[in-house]
């Protein structure tokens, strides 16, 4: 590397964004919300647009040894539905360009739009184009979705405010723990000819790293309660990090309690197997595709009465920092361990 350049790896994913879209002035004025959050917000007319993408890589980000294409395909799309859903709006169309290199047949692409296709079916979202191309690395896959929300009803990271309760939806580190029994399964079977994977008993942590759902029904359930979000955005690179850009991106910190954090009884089982700390699996596994959201606390007993949210903290000062309460009422300040692609290269 040449004197005075600096490695991508040294300011990970949000910190190259961060760097690369620095004082990016926006000139139209349909642009409400740029670069920075789940998704960009657009306005022309009764309702504002939402748009996100996002690119997956073969080799990074998923590993064909042991991904069914059309597992692949459905959670290619998962993942953008989730975007929107994070910005409180609904996702309406999605475009799907993909590269391809000579290994892969058309019946392996038709497997892998099946899943998309399964996706767009089950979400009520329809697929309006794209682009293909050869690619000399192997797969690859852009998808960029197309949302709406009521005019000015989008929430961003950055509307957080000292006294405002954290929760989250369903539960955390199931994915991660999917993806450490899946690696393994796929080392143990090198070089065996009839290898027969061990995954009895351990269906919901497959599925969840597989093939996850967005929140559609937690959107719906605040809507019913009449319960608007101050901030939100979806748990993609694991709970720490995504408390971490709620709170820089609203000027708060935040406390979280360690016997508060949602965790399923198979995460439970298969992190003792592995020997991991279960905690930090929920705190810094990602893929979980759950919404982290704050509320004022005046909505507290209508979050209550919402199944599948856990509050797992609160909103503080700004100079209080962030950190977790643990179960014997010590403070660890949260960092941010989640996932940094950067870093897997």
Known sequence: METGQTEISTLGEFGLIERLTKELPLKNTETKLGVGDDAAVLNFGEKDALVTTDLLLEGIHFD????????????SAIVNFSDIYAMNGTPRQITVSIGVSSRFTVEHIEELYSGIRLACETYGVDLVGGDTSASVTGLVI?????????????????????????????DLGAAYMGLQLLERENRVSAGKKDFQPDFAGK?????????????????????????????MMDVSDGLSSELLHICKSSGVGCRVYED????????????????????????????????????????NEKVEKIKGVTMIGYVTKPELGCAMMTRDGAEIPVKAQGWNAFNNV
Do not use: W
């Open 64 to 75: 064909l040894r042991y991904v069914p294409l059309k597992h692949l395909g459905y959670k």
């Open 142 to 170: 852009s998808i960029t979705c197309i949302g709406d929300v009521e005019q000015g009803k989008a929430v961003t990271r950055s509307g957080a405010k000292p006294t405002d309760i954290l929760c989250v939806s369903g």
């Open 203 to 231: 269906e919901y942590i497959l599925e969840r790293q597989l093939k996850p759902e967005a929140r559609k029904d937690i959107i719906e359930e605040l809507h019913r309660n009449g319960i608007t979000p101050t901030a």
């Open 260 to 299: 508060r954090i949602p965790i399923d009884y198979q995460t439970a089982l298969m992190a003792e197997e592995f020997n991991m700390n279960l905690v930090t699996a929920a705190m810094n596994g990602g893929e979980d595709y759950e919404l982290l959201f704050t509320v004022p606390i005046t909505d």
